[in-house]
């Protein structure tokens, strides 16, 4: 826990992440009450390699979703993972490296001083993110401000840090890759000035990337769109 008594749970989603996850989860700060591992569809080693590190580490708490859409699971691993996250504060964040958990100890103390109870990470301007990258997570964000009048820096942060008690408000559906646009919007829909950006700086990847990222990106394009005119249809 913090110093002021405040409890923290990580919530980290996995698939073949075996050749890492013993590292990462190490190098874990000791402020993190748990560490919530979701292993997705993994056909490496990963889930038993899990299921062993608890048996020495307390604080592991190794769950399984194998759920896919389409063959992707991440939003499955993610919902299953905030569901059974227990303390006050809950960090989200890629089992890949390139996300700091270092950090979320100065962002929830930031969140508390201005008032915020969930945050997203943001990533850019970073010059070490690949171009195409960039150039995607601006188009997605010119989209989001357009349909939904959220200006975001970085639409596809993996890193999030939040509230518990605001965990249920973010009507979480999507098992896919399209759960990181739909748990921004959400929770700016859910929760207004009490949402917020922090700046963080990505590190370096440990393991392969399982993004195929003109199909990734394709697919957010179209599920902001549809999600934004599906909700005004439904209202009508």
Known sequence: MLSDGTTVSLVMPCRNEA?????????????????VVV???STDN??????????DNKRLVPLKDDRTI???GYGYAHMTGIAAATSEWIVCLDADG???????????NWAKEHDKSFVSC?????????????????????EI????????SDSLSGMWVFKRSVAPSLQLTEGDWNLSPQIKISAWEALGDEFSEYPIRQKIRLGETKQQYFRTGWSHLTWIAKNRFRRRKASE
Not at 23 to 31: A, C, K, N, T, W
Not at 122 to 142: E, H, M, T, W
């Open 145 to 152: 401000r357009l349909l939904y009048g959220l200006k975001l």
């Open 46 to 55: 990963t889930w038993q390699t899990i299921q062993d590190l608890s048996a």
């Open 70 to 72: 389409r063959g992707i």
């Open 122 to 142: 943001n990533r850019y301007p970073d010059p070490s993110i690949p171009a195409k990258l960039q150039f995607g997570v601006k188009v997605l964000c010119v």
């Open 39 to 41: 292993s997705n569809a």
């Open 19 to 35: 050749s890492h996850i013993a590292q990462l989860i190490e190098q874990v700060p000791s402020f993190y009450d748990e560490i």
């Open 98 to 108: 390139t996300y700091p958990s270092d950090d979320s100890a100065a962002i929830i």
